[in-house]
């Protein structure tokens, strides 16, 4: 391990090997990539569309919901115009028919950790995803050096972003072309900085205000860009919606609009504006969130999470799987979502659950069958306007008694290699 390590207090299990995909797999996920870049691009189209009332303005103000006047008015910013995260992580539930994306993350943990394990394990394992330096190569290509903001909310990542600078710098052989600064930063900046924190988190980030003059002077180039409306996972209900059809229809092909439909869950928004008499939710064919709470568990196969901006809208926090909880927790937190829709708007999701298999674990110095779940990040690279670039995968492999998948001290992280057969 490094010696700052590359999570604060946290650990992890180890495997001898890094999880296996076959080619197709691994082919697929390539495509994923650019499909994933045109949906947040037509997501960023459809949101500025909105604001200036080219498209129903209730979808500019869903998204705007509970978040202060001055980030709405920074996010539409010409400053931005067409810019959306440079780095793109999905969340993949490996399923029995291939894969689910459980969300879309804009701000992503893991980036160092991934490529540490690329260092490690890559003179063993030369089929490793991305390739051996396909994380370092992919970071370094989004700026070719600058700063990484880190905020107080996100230190736990923070060993693993300095770990990530001191190596990109040592490849460079510059020292200092690539560096880590907390959220108190302040005086002189680089030309470019990657935001490694969520917008909700900007009233505790002193140095957001100097740094959003900066970047709006022309003087700093940031990303993810200050566009709040893009951290929502409201989105893929946004993508599901019958009236929007022939925008996402227009803006992704009838391609891509095809195979994101295989991998993006069915997801409704929980609002609790009441229904006609003849209306029905859809795919649910229930009259109203009454009945939903009321649902037995077997048909509670459904994930109810809260959309952005707010602190519980990370790493697992906020969320509730409808058929592992009672049936009194489940009307209430339902209850509770549907009591929050004003401000911090919330949303269910079909739930899809993780195959199991088997992978090799570290246990008390003797290698040991694990049985698990697996979700699978992989790291997409945006070097401006050009096609994402897949850099690697971070396996998660949790217990198999676990149904929402994270990381937790159980599960083995490894990173992803392609071998012929699958595994």
């Not at 952005?308 to 799987?321: I, K, M, P, S």
């Not at 290698?367 to 790291?379: F, H, N």
Request: negative net charge; charged residues 25%.
């Amino acid at each position: 391990m490094p010696t700052g390590g590359l999570f604060h207090e946290k650990s992890w299990r180890v495997s001898p090997d890094p999880f296996p995909v076959p080619a197709a797999f691994a082919a697929r996920l390539e495509k994923l990539g650019y499909q994933l870049a045109r949906f947040l691009d037509a997501c960023d189209e459809l949101y500025r569309l909105s604001a200036d009332g080219r498209q129903p303005p209730w979808i500019a103000e869903l998204l705007d919901r509970g978040k202060p006047a001055h980030l709405v008015a920074l996010g539409r910013e010409r400053r931005f115009r067409g810019e959306t995260a440079r780095v793109i992580r999905p969340d993949l539930v490996l399923t029995e028919k291939g894969f689910i994306i459980a969300e879309l993350d804009n701000v992503p943990g893991g980036i160092g950790l991934t490529a540490w394990l690329h260092d490690v394990y890559a003179p063993y394992f030369p089929g490793l995803l991305g390739g051996a330096d396909g994380m370092l190569d992919g970071f370094a290509s989004i700026f070719p050096g600058g700063e990484i903001v880190v905020s107080d909310e996100a230190a736990t990542y923070r060993p693993e972003m300095e770990w990530l600078a001191n190596r990109l710098c040592e490849r460079s052989g510059e020292p200092g072309r690539w560096r880590v600064r907390g959220a108190h930063a302040g005086g002189e900046w680089s030309a470019r900085v990657y935001r490694f924190f969520e917008l909700f988190d900007e009233p505790n980030v002193p140095c957001f205000d100097e740094l959003a003059g900066l970047v709006l002077d022309g003087r700093v180039e940031v990303t993810p860009p200050f566009k709040p409306a893009l951290e929502e996972k409201i989105w893929f209900a946004l993508f599901w919606l019958k009236p929007l059809e022939a925008f996402w229809l227009r803006a992704l092909g009838g391609n891509t609009l095809a195979a994101l439909r295989e991998v993006i869950p069915y997801t409704w928004p929980v609002d609790p504006a009441p229904l006609p008499p003849h209306a029905v939710l859809p795919r649910l064919d229930v009259h109203g969130w009454d009945e939903v709470a009321r649902f037995s568990q077997k048909q509670r196969a459904l994930i109810l999470k809260i959309s952005g901006f707010h602190e519980t809208a990370w790493g697992a926090r906020g969320v509730v799987l409808g058929s592992d909880v009672p049936s009194a927790e489940w009307a209430s937190a339902l209850r509770g979502a549907l009591d929050a829709w004003p401000d911090s708007p919330h949303l269910l999701q079909q739930f899809h659950p993780a195959r199991t298999l088997v992978h090799p674990c570290l246990s008390d110095d003797a290698i040991v069958p694990l049985r698990g779940r697996v979700r699978l990040c992989p790291y997409y690279f945006r070097d401006g306007g050009r096609a994402p670039r897949l850099g690697g995968a971070l396996a998660t492999i949790c217990p198999d008694d676990k149904k929402l998948l994270h990381g937790m001290p159980d599960a083995i992280l490894v990173p992803t290699a392609i071998v012929d057969d699958g595994g």
